[in-house]
């Protein structure tokens, strides 16, 4: 199976033609080279991916386990990747999606009038009549 269609049957990308893109632009690497979208996968190679962040970018490392046929449901990828990557990357990850301007915790809401205006750069309280 060709690495953009295994990075994203398992659930790398959402799209093919996205996967094929970040591996032309040099941000995946198969056994610590650069590597072709049409580059063949075998079990055991080792996929290193520089996922692109706003305020720092983090590598993700997953080892080819298996080809699906298709693309797979989550709950079956561990069945054709294993995941390698370190702690400290998944940290990076985390801090990335907090430290983004303007985002809210999960579950918050719709922002009131009040929290748009911080949001949309004004920065300050608005002075209360």
């Known amino acids: 199976m060709r690495i953009d269609q ?70 079956l990828v561990g069945g054709f990747a294993e995941d390698h990557t370190p702690p400290e990357e998944w940290e990076k990850a985390r801090t990335r999606e907090s430290s983004v301007p303007g985002a809210r915790p999960a579950g918050a809401g719709r922002p009131t009038k009040r929290d748009r205006r911080l949001i949309g750069g004004l920065g300050e309280e608005a002075p209360e009549d």
């Open 6 to 75: 295994w990075l994203w049957a398992v659930r790398v990308f959402k799209t093919r033609s996205l996967a094929a893109e970040q591996i032309k632009g040099g941000r995946v690497e198969v056994d610590a080279r650069r590597v072709k979208p049409a580059h063949e996968v075998r079990p055991g190679e080792v996929v290193h991916i520089r996922m692109e962040g706003r305020p720092l970018a983090w590598t993700r490392v997953l080892r080819v386990l298996g080809a699906p046929a298709s693309r797979v449901g989550a709950a």
